[in-house]
């Protein structure tokens, strides 16, 4: 299919305790909405109103990150953009932090049809997608508009087609960002750094091979257990996001991390097959506009938030490498095997297809 894009206390004890509480409650609030102003607005919705069929219709949308990062952002402009140029006959229902279940569970949902609408990183649905492992890749987007460039062009247009299968349909692209890495042992800016060092990657057979070309010694967990195990020393180090890592505390219990850019992985706005075949073609058009919309107001996020968030950690004492450019040559060139042992099964004219984007 082809889609055009767009026990009681006593009394004073629990006067105290209620005192803290709303005092928590508060600073709470006030962090929240301070990181919300610090966000670039919400656009004002544009496009007229789309005729439908005259039906109403509810999107429940999941995603697996908090409230406070960009992709929750991102969704709050798409439930403004379809509640109003659908007239109010589609309402947006979101759902965050995994609470219907995560990346995998989501998209089994949306298989079954008991969930609309998720956008789930690419990393999770590489067995069911393997050309997504592109974006597993060291070092394959060099920059942020070499992304955007590949992922609204004609390779991501490609990409949406092919997982425009298997009771999905596939409307657009977001951003998760470049992944970079913490330890708690010292400052890292040579694959030398690296020798021995325990970090914690995801159950992804190119995150682990990238780590072991690297002289690491990758150690593959959930991402629920990580914090405490590297709060007890069982993983010296892990490697997410920025926003991830504040918004994990990582930084508590890793006092190093390097802006490597390792790895870039973006979002992809899925719809279950079951409920989009239902609606008709002018919403269906809508909901694909307002995805590609919701994308460029994320990515717009995520990345003015990037930068606030780097200056924040380094304002709580955590030391950040900055790689020059001739570092980052080093480690891309200690990691050519990698492209060797995935090009045939990744594709090696799509990865021939993205450098010469990259190149340009």
């Given at each position: 299919?082809?889609?055009?894009?767009?026990?009681?206390?006593?009394?004073p004890l629990r006067i105290i305790t209620a005192s803290i509480g709303a005092l928590a409650l508060t600073l709470a609030t006030l962090s929240t909405a301070q990181a919300a102003a610090e966000m670039p607005p919400?656009?004002?919705?544009?496009?007229?109103?789309?005729?439908?069929?005259?039906?109403?219709?509810?999107?429940?949308?999941?995603?697996?990150?908090?409230?406070?990062?960009?992709?929750?952002?991102?969704?709050?402009?798409?439930?403004?953009?379809?509640?109003?140029?659908?007239?109010?006959?589609?309402?947006?229902?979101?759902?965050?932090?995994?609470?219907?279940?995560?990346?995998?569970?989501?998209?089994?949902?949306?298989?079954?049809?008991?969930?609309?609408?998720?956008?789930?990183?690419?990393?999770?649905?590489?067995?069911?997608?393997?050309?997504?492992?592109?974006?597993?890749?060291?070092?394959?987007?060099?920059?942020?508009?070499?992304?955007?460039?590949?992922?609204?062009?004609?390779?991501?247009?490609?990409?949406?087609?092919?997982?425009?299968?298997?009771?999905?349909?596939?409307?657009?692209?977001?951003?998760?960002?470049?992944?970079?890495?913490?330890?708690?042992?010292?400052?890292?800016?040579?694959?030398?750094?690296?020798?021995?060092?325990?970090?914690?990657?995801?159950?992804?057979?190119?995150?682990?091979?990238?780590?072991?070309?690297?002289?690491?010694?990758?150690?593959?967990?959930?991402?629920?257990?990580?914090?405490?195990?590297?709060?007890?020393?069982?993983?010296?180090?892990?490697?997410?996001?920025?926003?991830?890592?504040?918004?994990?505390?990582?930084?508590?219990?890793?006092?190093?991390?390097?802006?490597t850019n390792h790895v870039y992985t973006p979002f992809i706005t899925l719809v279950s097959e079951r409920?989009?075949?239902?609606?008709?073609?002018?919403?269906?058009?809508?909901?694909?506009?307002?995805?590609?919309?919701?994308?460029?107001?994320?990515?717009?996020?995520?990345?003015?938030?990037?930068?606030?968030?780097?200056?924040?950690?380094?304002?709580?004492?955590?030391?950040?490498?900055?790689?020059?450019?001739?570092?980052?040559?080093?480690?891309?060139?200690?990691?050519?095997?990698?492209?060797?042992?995935?090009?045939?099964?990744?594709?090696?004219?799509?990865?021939?297809?993205?450098?010469?984007?990259?190149?340009?």
């Amino acid at each position: 299919m082809t889609i055009t894009r767009y026990a009681t206390p006593s009394f004073p004890l629990r006067i105290i305790t209620a005192s803290i509480g709303a005092l928590a409650l508060t600073l709470a609030t006030l962090s929240t909405a301070q990181a919300a102003a610090e966000m670039p607005p919400i656009p004002e919705v544009t496009g007229d109103v789309v005729e439908g069929d005259g039906n109403d219709y509810t999107i429940k949308f999941s995603i697996g990150t908090t409230q406070s990062g960009a992709q929750y952002r991102g969704l709050e402009y798409f439930e403004d953009i379809v509640e109003a140029r659908s007239d109010g006959h589609i309402q947006v229902e979101l759902f965050h932090s995994a609470q219907l279940g995560d990346d995998l569970q989501a998209v089994s949902a949306l298989q079954s049809g008991t969930l609309e609408m998720t956008a789930p990183s690419t990393s999770p649905l590489v067995n069911m997608f393997p050309q997504f492992a592109v974006f597993d890749l060291p070092f394959l987007f060099p920059t942020p508009e070499v992304a955007d460039e590949v992922l609204d062009g004609e390779i991501g247009d490609s990409m949406l087609d092919i997982a425009s299968s298997n009771g999905l349909v596939a409307i657009g692209w977001a951003e998760n960002g470049y992944r970079q890495l913490t330890n708690s042992q010292a400052a890292v800016d040579s694959p030398d750094d690296l020798d021995g060092l325990k970090v914690r990657t995801m159950q992804n057979p190119i995150h682990l091979d990238i780590w072991q070309t690297l002289g690491a010694n990758p150690t593959p967990m959930s991402f629920a257990e990580l914090f405490t195990a590297l709060e007890q020393g069982v993983v010296d180090g892990q490697e997410n996001p920025w926003i991830t890592i504040q918004s994990s505390r990582f930084n508590e219990v890793q006092g190093y991390a390097s802006e490597t850019n390792h790895v870039y992985t973006p979002f992809i706005t899925l719809v279950s097959e079951r409920f989009w075949n239902k609606l008709p073609e002018s919403y269906q058009q809508m909901l694909v506009e307002a995805a590609q919309q919701m994308g460029d107001y994320e990515r717009e996020v995520s990345r003015s938030l990037n930068d606030q968030i780097k200056q924040e950690l380094i304002d709580e004492g955590m030391q950040i490498t900055e790689l020059t450019p001739e570092q980052v040559t080093t480690f891309q060139e200690s990691l050519a095997p990698v492209y060797d042992n995935w090009r045939d099964q990744v594709g090696g004219e799509l990865i021939d297809s993205i450098r010469a984007t990259s190149a340009q």
